[in-house]
């Protein structure tokens, strides 16, 4: 319930623009936020390793 209100409350304008919150547009997490593909690093990881994302490759070594 938390979760959903603060994605209603996201979608909304801020009243001052230093409020608004990077979230993960696949589930709302506020922190480990990826802006470059707008997601948080957990989704990130799953669809690299998946190869959902193009041009992304899990290094390994």
Same mark, same amino acid.
Request: hydrophobic share 35%; with cysteine.
């Given at each position: 319930? $938390?979760?959903? +209100?603060?994605? $209603?409350? @996201?979608? %909304? !304008?801020?009243? &001052? !623009? =230093? *409020?608004?919150?990077? %979230?993960?547009? =696949?589930?709302? *997490?506020?922190?480990?936020? =990826?802006?470059? &593909? !707008?997601?948080? %690093?957990?989704? &990130? *990881?799953? @669809? $690299?390793? %998946?190869?959902?994302?193009?041009?992304? =490759? !899990? +290094? +390994?070594?």
């Amino acid at each position: 319930m $938390a979760r959903t +209100s603060m994605m $209603a409350k @996201l979608r %909304r !304008k801020p009243k &001052f !623009k =230093i *409020r608004h919150r990077n %979230r993960c547009q =696949i589930c709302g *997490r506020p922190r480990g936020y =990826i802006g470059k &593909f !707008k997601m948080c %690093r957990l989704h &990130f *990881r799953e @669809l $690299a390793l %998946r190869g959902d994302i193009p041009g992304v =490759i !899990k +290094s +390994s070594w």
